[in-house]
C-alpha cells in the first residue's frame, strides 16, 4: 500500500522519553510537570505518551481539544490554559482547573459551578513583564479578596507566563517575585496555595542556573517536550529528541527551469512585490505543500535542499544536488510555527510511527 501524502510521522516513543528526561530532571527540585498538548491539537494518543513519561497534568489552551481527549478515554486532571467568559459553563463541565485573570470571568465560574454542583479550581495568573495575561501584582491582593467570597471557587495557585508576547526572559528575578508574591499572599488570606507556576519551555535556563528555585513547583511544558528544545534560544535540551515529528511531502514537477520570472512584474499570490536572485538555469521541484498546510519558513529539509518560497498549495524548492524525480518524497523537520500548523492542517494526515 502506498503511503498517505503529505503526512506527519510521529514518533511516540520520543515523545514519551522527553517527558520522561524533563519530569525527572525538575522532579528532581519537587517540580511537577503539566504536558501542553494544544500544539498537537490535544492528539490523545501524544497526551497518553505525555502521561506516560511522568506528566501530572494535561494543560491546553482549546476546550475543544480537552473534550477530544476526554472523549478518547483519556484520564488526568485537565487544565485550560485560556479563560474565555463565554465559555464559562463549559469550562466547569470540562476542566478540572483554568488559568484565569478576570474577576468577571471568575464570577461566571463560580455561578456556572454551583449550577453543575462542582468546585472550580483556579490558578491566578501574574503579569511579570511579559504583558500577555495576568493580573498586575499591585492589584492582585484585592482581586483575591473578592474571588475568596466566591461560593464555587478555589484559588490552588498562581503563575505566571513569560517568553510568548514580550520576550521577555524567566530569569531569577522574575522566579523570586513569583515567590514572594505567593508567601505575601499566603500570610495576607491564611491560605494554602500549592501550585507555583512558573512558566512554560522557556524556563529551562533558568532551573540549570537557579542557586534555588523558591516557591517554584510546576512548569508547563510543550515545545521541549515535543521538540526538545527550550525556547530562550532555541537550544535543545541536553538528552532529549528534536525530531520526534517529521513532514513529508511528495515532488510533484521536476525541471531544469531558470531561476528568474519573466514578463511584466505584478503582485504575487499575497500581494508582494517579490524580488529573485539569478542562478541561471537550475533543477526546481515543486512539492505538494503549501501555505494552507503549514509554515513554510518553519520547515527544514532534511536533505541538502533550498526552500525558494511557497504559494497556498506549492512549495518551490531548489534541489541542488538531490536526484529528485516526480513521486519521491522530501522530509523536514519542523519548529513550534510548523508543527503547529501541520497538526491543524486537514489535509495532513498524522501517521504514528515505531522505531
Ligand atoms: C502554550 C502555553 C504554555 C506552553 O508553552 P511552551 O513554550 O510550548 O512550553 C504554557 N503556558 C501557557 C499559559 C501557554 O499558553
Given at each position: 500500500m502506498k503511503a498517505f501524502l503529505p503526512r506527519i510521522e510521529i514518533a511516540l516513543s520520543q515523545i514519551r522519553h522527553n517527558a520522561q528526561v524533563l519530569t525527572e530532571l525538575y522532579g528532581r527540585q519537587g517540580i511537577s510537570v503539566m504536558g501542553v498538548s494544544k500544539a498537537v491539537l490535544g492528539d490523545p494518543v501524544i497526551a497518553l505518551a505525555m502521561l506516560e513519561g511522568g506528566v501530572k497534568f494535561i494543560a491546553d489552551s482549546r476546550l475543544e481539544n480537552i473534550q477530544r481527549m476526554r472523549t478518547a478515554g483519556v484520564t488526568a486532571q485537565f487544565i485550560l490554559l485560556r479563560t474565555a467568559l463565554s465559555q464559562a459553563e463549559s469550562v466547569v463541565i470540562h476542566a478540572d482547573i483554568s488559568l484565569n485573570t478576570e474577576v468577571e470571568t471568575i464570577s461566571a465560574l463560580s455561578c456556572f459551578a454551583t449550577i453543575h454542583r462542582k468546585l472550580h479550581q483556579v490558578i491566578l495568573m501574574v503579569e511579570l513583564g511579559d504583558l500577555r495575561e495576568g493580573i498586575l501584582p499591585c492589584n492582585l491582593s484585592q482581586v483575591i479578596q473578592t474571588i475568596?467570597?466566591?461560593?464555587?471557587?478555589?484559588?490552588i495557585g498562581l503563575g505566571c507566563n513569560l517568553a510568548c508576547y514580550g520576550g521577555i526572559s524567566p530569569d531569577n528575578t522574575k522566579m523570586n517575585e513569583l515567590s514572594e508574591l505567593a508567601d505575601e499572599m499566603e500570610a495576607e488570606f491564611q491560605i494554602n496555595l500549592k501550585i507555583i507556576s512558573g512558566g512554560n519551555s522557556a524556563n529551562h535556563k533558568w532551573y540549570e542556573s537557579a542557586q534555588g528555585i523558591g516557591r517554584i513547583n510546576n512548569l508547563r511544558l510543550g515545545e521541549a517536550i515535543l521538540l526538545g528544545r527550550e525556547t530562550t534560544n532555541r537550544e535543545v535540551i541536553p538528552g532529549l529528541y528534536t525530531s520526534a515529528f517529521r513532514l513529508i511531502a511528495e515532488v510533484i514537477e521536476s525541471k531544469d527551469k531558470p531561476s528568474l520570472p519573466y514578463g511584466a512584474a505584478c503582485q504575487d499570490s499575497f500581494g508582494n512585490i517579490p524580488s529573485f536572485q539569478d542562478r541561471g538555469i537550475h533543477r526546481r521541484i515543486i512539492l505538494a505543500l503549501g501555505k494552507q498546510d503549514t509554515l513554510i519558513s518553519g520547515l527544514q529539509p532534511e536533505q541538502d535542499l533550498e526552500i525558494l518560497g511557497s504559494s497556498s498549495d506549492h512549495m518551490i524548492l531548489d534541489s541542488h544536488n538531490c536526484d529528485l524525480k516526480v513521486g519521491n518524497e522530501v522530509s523536514f523537520n519542523l519548529d513550534y510555527g510548523a508543527l503547529l500548523g501541520a497538526m491543524t492542517s486537514p489535509f495532513i494526515k498524522k501517521c504514528f510511527v515505531k522505531d
Open positions: 475568596r467570597a466566591f461560593p464555587a471557587i478555589k484559588i
